[in-house]
């Protein structure tokens, strides 16, 4: 075993015991959720990754340089990859067979842009 590989496994069991740490800290939560009846209240709220909140932002700016006018293909590049990584994040299927990736459609975009994409 070489050292890079020591080095690996031990950055591997840190990040295993910081998984378990927060899984149970997740768990206690829910516990707690459900004890005080706040069920109904999370309801209320959408949570969004930072993920998914940077994939958003990414197509909103998107969506100025096309109404700008300025829209090239780097662009529209760029927005595949975010609508792609969007629909990956909310676990949307992009599709079983993937022949040839195809940009997304302009309509998408602007609907997304909008709020109408749920």
């Known amino acids: 075993m070489s050292i890079l590989d020591a080095e690996l496994e031990i950055e591997l069991l840190a990040l295993r015991k910081e998984i378990n740490k927060l899984r149970e800290e997740n768990d206690r939560l829910k516990i707690i959720i459900v004890e005080n009846?706040?069920?109904a209240d999370l309801d209320k709220f959408k949570v969004i990754s930072p993920e998914e909140q940077i994939c958003i932002d990414g197509i909103k700016h998107l969506a100025e340089v096309f109404k700008n006018g300025t829209f090239d293909k780097n662009d529209a590049a760029n927005f595949d990859i975010?609508?792609?990584?969007?629909?990956m994040i909310r676990g949307q299927s992009i599709g079983d067979k993937v022949k040839k990736s195809k940009p997304?459609?302009?309509?998408?975009l602007l609907k997304i842009v909008e709020g109408n994409n749920e």
Do not use: S
Request: charged residues 50%; glycine residues 0%.
């Open 37 to 39: 009846e706040l069920e």
């Open 82 to 87: 975010l609508h792609k990584n969007l629909r």
């Open 104 to 108: 997304a459609d302009v309509k998408e």
